[in-house]
């Protein structure tokens, strides 16, 4: 597609269910990223994965977090029992080497509300 | 443990006015500080710096780097309504890990 794409938009969950989040990154894109955006917060690392290395999960802030990504492309983020100091804005981006890695793209992401 | 930390956190000013934004980082294996403007949900790329002393350079906007002091700076000159947004600095490590600042919310008032 033209630009990241997130869904769904906007989720609102029960405490203690599960929740999963889709990023379908830019095609071709072999880098991407997980952050998470707490209300007037910055962006808090979540996990990286570059092409078919390792990911880097040294931000899940818990067990209860876990990400994957099939193929290369589409990945999705999944919340476990989920508290209600999960509900942030969950924003995945994706960047080209050839473009710069640094240079990211961001997705409209994702408002979790946990009730 | 790796922190990038912007002020102010907070800005309100005129149009017509400048504007300065620092940002300040110490990250292992550094690589490169970048610029994000956030105006609803996602952000967008404004610069990448590499090397210190070097201004980059986008219409009213600039930016520079100091990595002897470990610190970057944004300016915006002759602000506009639509430059209120928040200004992200993030800071790139050699594994392309990148950590971001809290922000700086900048509103500009007719």
């Known amino acids: 597609g033209a630009g990241v794409s997130q869904s769904p938009s906007n989720k609102v969950t029960e405490k203690g269910k599960d929740v999963e989040l889709r990023c379908d990154p830019i095609?071709?894109?072999?880098?991407l990223y997980w952050y998470r955006q707490s209300l007037g917060q910055g962006l808090e690392f979540l996990i990286y994965?570059?092409?078919?290395?390792?990911?880097?999960k040294s931000g899940l802030p818990s067990d209860r977090f876990s990400a994957e990504r099939t193929g290369g492309s589409v990945s999705t983020l999944t919340i476990q029992r989920t508290q209600q100091e999960d509900s942030a804005v969950y924003l995945c981006a994706s960047s080209l080497e050839a473009t710069g890695y640094e240079k990211l793209f961001f997705g409209s992401g994702t408002q979790l509300s946990v009730l | 443990e790796d922190k990038v930390v912007q002020s102010p956190l907070s800005l309100v000013v005129h149009e017509g006015d400048t504007v300065t934004l620092n940002c300040s980082y110490e990250v292992t294996n550094f690589r490169s500080l970048l610029w994000y403007k956030q105006e609803k949900k996602a952000p967008t790329f404004l610069f990448m710096l590499?090397?210190?002393?070097i201004e980059k350079k986008s219409g009213r906007l600039s930016s520079i780097l100091d990595k002897k002091e470990l610190f970057s700076i944004l300016n915006i000159t002759a602000t506009q309504t639509g430059d209120s947004a928040v200004y992200l600095c993030?800071?790139?490590?050699?594994?392309?890990?990148?950590?971001f600042g809290a922000g700086t919310r900048l509103t500009v008032k007719p």
């Open positions: 095609s071709g894109h072999t880098a």
């Open positions: 993030a800071a790139c490590r050699n594994n392309n890990d990148m950590r």
């Open positions: 994965f570059q092409g078919n290395s390792a990911p880097d």
């Open positions: 590499t090397s210190s002393g």
